[in-house]
T-cell receptor, first 115, second 111 residues
Framework: EAGVAQSPRYKIIEKRQSVAFWCNPI?????LYWYQQILGQGPKLLIQ????????DSQLPKDRFSAERLKGVDSTLKIQPAKLEDSAVYLC?????????????FGNGTRLTVT | AQSVTQLGSHVSVSEGALVLLRCNYS??????LFWYVQYPNQGLQLLLK??????LVKGINGFEAEFKKSETSFHLTKPSAHMSDAAEYFC?????????FGTGTRLQVFP
């Protein structure tokens, strides 16, 4: 089974620029998550999708962050304009179903550096 | 709301020594608990997950965790550390279909 794919692996941008991250979940996984992991901290949820609908985006800074999951498969996360404090690893995860204790499966993440 | 607390941001052990990483949870209902490991420049890999079927859970790479309701704990252990165990370890609880993570414990293993 192929894992969660993310690209790019690394990105360096200047503040006020825009950036986009891409995620392809495990085939058949209906639920997709984006997490932000700042250095030295645990991952924090940004947004959760169920198929192509948003379930929870309460922690997404909507003035600069946006995300979409067209056709209920791939997802993109965008930041515009970026701030220095957005420097972090952005992790995508997917889950086969939202019942029981089925685990989340994570990609390798995109490391963003904002200068 | 459910949450987890990891005691000790850094743990250092010698190769061959016991590994003990602490995690306490806060939940008013039986929680779904997980341990994940993160190697440098990689994503999170599932080590093990708690199911109500057994209080002692065995995971990959020789790790195991014991669920203790009386202590609201789910500590991670490994009898004998290996150099390759050096990584960041995260305890997490599933809360309304979302994983809530602890702050992580960095494990260092010395030869």
């Amino acid at each position: 089974e192929a894992g969660v794919a993310q690209s790019p692996r690394y990105k360096i941008i200047e503040k006020r620029q825009s950036v986009a991250f891409w995620c392809n979940p495990i085939s058949g996984h209906a639920t997709l998550y984006w997490y932000q992991q700042i250095l030295g901290q645990g991952p924090k949820l940004l947004i959760q999708f169920q198929n192509n609908g948003v379930v929870d985006d309460s922690q997404l800074p909507k003035d600069r962050f946006s995300a979409e999951r067209l056709k209920g498969v791939d997802s993109t996360l965008k930041i515009q304009p970026a701030k220095l404090e957005d420097s972090a690893v952005y992790l995508c995860a997917s889950r086969v179903r939202t019942v029981g204790n089925s685990p989340l499966h994570f990609g390798n993440g995109t490391r963003l550096t904002v200068t | 709301a459910q949450s987890v607390t990891q005691l000790g941001s850094h743990v250092s052990v010698s190769e061959g020594a016991l590994v003990l990483l602490r995690c306490n949870y806060s939940s008013s209902v039986p929680p779904y608990l997980f341990w994940y490991v993160q190697y440098p420049n990689q994503g999170l890999q599932l080590l093990l997950k708690y199911t109500s079927a057994a209080t002692l859970v065995k995971g990959i790479n020789g790790f195991e965790a014991e669920f203790k309701k009386s202590e609201t704990s789910f500590h991670l252990t490994k009898p004998s550390a290996h150099m390759s165990d050096a990584a960041e370890y995260f305890c997490a609880v599933l809360n309304t279909d979302k994983l809530i993570f602890g702050t992580g414990t960095r494990l260092q293993v010395f030869p």
